[in-house]
């Protein structure tokens, strides 16, 4: 059994509206992957941007919090090659990222499944480093992004091809009918006392049958639309290739409440960002 796959050329749009209310992710499913969004229309040269502007201009800016990591011990690899993540409001301060959150193809996907007031809650650069990049722990974005009801999605955006080597997505098909397994949340910790975690967990650790997991490769261009509820994972990149993302989350917020408890909450500074409304410029 796998994940509904839709090939797109450069009528991306029509195809789309003609395709999608997605329906089988919704109900079969959990998780859908369109090949080839992002080529045609720029889209191409929008993911190689990406990856030139967070290499030659985010990880310079970043040099001194990675040597302030090697006081006490020694880097594996070279410093650029030892980050894992850059989060959480690419979208919001950096124009590159902009650029893609809000594209035109973001936003047909968002009302192709239906989305009324969608708006972006945070974003990340993901790096799986070759031979050191780790594991992703099986869990359902839902534990972190809670909505009432759940209305919360994730696009996950392949910018190099993304294999079984070297740590491509895992999920368990229909898991996202089940709810939030054990009422797993990470929320912000009632106890401020002086000591305490920010954030803290609670309810139970699920354990999942190994059987039941499939791959989702993705080529480079290619999204992956997550529901909030799915079960999904990554494995250890223990390949010579990297497998770097960029992931945003997005929920509806039509009838939505957005849990209070939730570790990320909008400010006066940076609050969550409308999808249709924002241009990508």
Not at 2 to 30: A, D, Q, W
Not at 230 to 241: F, P
Not at 253 to 275: D, G, I, R
Request: glycine share 8%; proline share 6%; aromatic share 10%.
């Amino acid at each position: 059994m796998n994940p509904t796959v839709l090939t797109l050329g450069h009528s991306y749009i029509r195809r789309l509206s003609n395709y999608c209310k997605m329906n089988r992710m919704s109900t079969n499913f959990g998780i859908t992957y369109i090949n080839g969004i992002m080529y045609g229309k720029g889209g191409t040269k929008l993911c190689n941007m990406i990856q030139d502007h967070v290499f030659q201009r985010l990880i310079s800016k970043f040099s001194p919090t990675i040597v302030v990591l090697q006081i006490g011990g020694k880097l594996k690899v070279e410093k650029q090659l030892s980050l894992n993540k850059i989060g959480h409001a690419l979208h919001v301060l950096n124009p590159v990222f902009k650029k893609l959150t809000f594209d035109e193809r973001i936003k047909a996907i968002a009302k192709s499944i239906s989305l009324v007031d969608p708006v972006v809650c945070q974003s990340m650069y993901i790096f799986k480093q070759p031979g050191i990049g780790g594991e992703v722990i099986p869990h359902q974005d839902a534990t972190f992004l809670h909505t009432d009801p759940m209305k919360l999605f994730g696009i996950w955006i392949a910018l190099e091809d993304a294999k079984e080597e070297n740590g491509c997505l895992y999920f368990i098909p229909g898991s996202h009918k089940s709810g939030i397994y054990g009422n797993r949340r990470m929320i912000r910790n009632p106890d401020k006392s002086e000591g305490q975690p920010t954030c803290t967990f609670r309810g139970e650790v699920e354990k999942f049958d190994d059987n039941k997991w499939v791959p989702a490769p993705v080529k480079k261009g290619g999204l992956v639309l997550i529901h909030g509820e799915v079960v999904h994972k990554s494995e250890k990149n223990t390949s010579d290739q990297s497998r770097n993302i960029y992931t945003f989350h997005v929920f509806d917020q039509k009838n939505t409440k957005y849990s209070e408890e939730n570790w990320l909450q909008p400010s006066e500074a940076v609050p969550f960002t409308p999808l249709y409304d924002t241009s990508p410029e």
